[in-house]
């Protein structure tokens, strides 16, 4: 398959260039040129296939022309070694926990895949340069799912950079292993600042030409695409349950879009999705909307214009139709406390914020005659703080807040900065 820019440039690049560049020479990000379908047998038994045997012919549909088969069915087992339970919390409402792998967020999926298909890539001397350097902007648990997926990964450097007032989550349950080639980076400002840093590095010729920079963010396309699997994995376990799938909805949290980026490519590629909710945290104002049929964002989030909503916007206007289909939702601070509760002690069931805000899109707006799904996207011990002041209750395994390196001084925000403290940690 080839990618192109979401910039329009006409050039299109292999999966090998897209992976370990992420950015195109025009400062656009990757897509590919056309949506493969899914071969609709797939849907005739899709009820009695396992998780990794549908996110292998997933994965092969999406990745089959660039890997070899086999190697894929490796990359997908190896990915998926953990549950993704689809729990039922009332009629036609359904919890897909994507929580239960090594770091306990939805992003030990594409970090681990990506890792693995930057290996193969490696191994089979399609990456010419080594090592590479993989930059993280992250002000939650981004950081730590990279560094657990590349952790001592030769060839392979891993740069996070993250705010300071913002240590790096890790799970309470394990404790946080620390390999020589990840570094985590505090930088003095916002997530913003730290994200606008890590664009500047891409753009930087010096330091792409020394450092080999890609990301490991959802900016990366081999992190994207791997979260299609969750919604045919959660098809299909609806099948399984007999559970009418006709009309079925989904609800996710949005923060960098990757999520919803990667919902709507499942619905191009055949998946039966008749509406998706976006639920976004705001105040006094929303955080997105439709608006004459591409998708918008507020100053607060234009952090996502660089990336993923440009692919969503991308794949609107090739198929208007999609940008029918999806309704945005904003929730506040005491909104979100009160779904939390509500889901406590209704069901007994426990979820972070961001879960929270897809839970309550769902209740809210689902009809009666449709089938709804909300993502839940980290464990509810990593939001243990806030569970404890709204709940009153302790949760155990409480994360511990860690740097992935020894400590160092923190660096402003500025190229100059950056520059420095990469190129001086290169050897």
């Not at 490796?74 to 009629?91: A, C, M, N, Q, R």
């Not at 946080?176 to 010729?205: F, H, I, K």
């Amino acid at each position: 398959m080839r990618y192109f820019s979401t910039n329009g440039s006409r050039t299109s690049v292999d999966l090998c260039e897209a992976v370990t560049h992420s950015f195109a020479p025009d400062g656009g990000v990757y897509m590919p040129l056309s949506i493969p379908v899914i071969p609709k047998a797939l849907f005739n038994n899709i009820g009695a296939m396992s998780m990794t045997d549908i996110a292998y012919v997933v994965s092969s549909t999406l990745f089959g022309s660039d890997v070899d088969p086999a190697v894929l069915n490796d990359i997908v087992k190896e990915t998926l070694s953990f549950d993704i339970p689809l729990v039922k919390l009332g009629k036609g409402i359904y919890s897909l926990e994507l929580f239960h792998g090594p770091t306990r967020t939805f992003k030990d999926v594409g970090a681990r895949f990506m890792a693995r298909i930057i290996y193969h890539f490696m191994k089979n001397d399609r990456i010419q340069a080594e090592p590479i350097s993989l930059l993280v902007a992250t002000q939650g648990d981004t950081g730590y799912a990279v560094a657990k997926a590349f952790g001592n990964m030769p060839g392979v450097r891993v740069f996070v950079f993250y705010p300071s007032n913002r240590k790096l989550r890790v799970p309470g349950h394990i404790p946080p292993a620390v390999a020589p080639n990840v570094m985590s980076v505090e930088v003095r400002g916002t997530l913003d600042d730290c994200q606008d840093l890590v664009r500047r590095a891409y753009e930087d010729e010096e330091l792409n030409e020394r450092l080999h920079l890609t990301s490991a963010n959802s900016i990366n396309i081999a992190r994207l695409l791997p979260q299609t699997f969750f919604y045919f994995y959660a098809f299909s376990r609806l099948r399984a349950m007999s559970e009418n799938t006709d009309k079925l909805v989904f609800a996710m949290p949005c923060g960098n879009l990757g999520n919803l980026t990667a919902a709507l490519i499942a619905r191009q590629m055949g998946l039966p999705i008749s509406r998706i909710m976006a639920a976004g945290k705001g105040h006094e104002r929303l955080w997105g909307e439709m608006q004459n049929g591409i998708l918008s964002v507020n100053h607060f989030n234009q952090r996502a214009l660089c990336t993923n909503l440009a692919r969503i916007n991308c794949l609107i206007e090739h198929n208007p139709s999609l940008g029918d289909i999806v309704d945005c939702h904003t929730y506040n601070y005491d909104e979100i406390a009160s779904q939390i509760s509500l889901m406590y002690s209704s069901c007994n069931y426990l979820m972070d914020r961001n879960t929270a805000m897809a839970s309550r899109s769902l209740a809210e707006n689902k009809k009666d005659d449709e089938t709804g799904v909300f993502l839940a996207t980290a464990h509810p011990s990593m939001y243990a703080d806030a569970l404890h002041e709204i709940l009153g209750i302790t949760i155990p395994d409480k994360p511990a807040m860690h740097r992935l390196y020894k400590e160092r001084a923190p660096i402003s925000p500025t190229l100059p900065a950056i520059r420095h403290f990469l190129l001086d940690n290169i050897s």
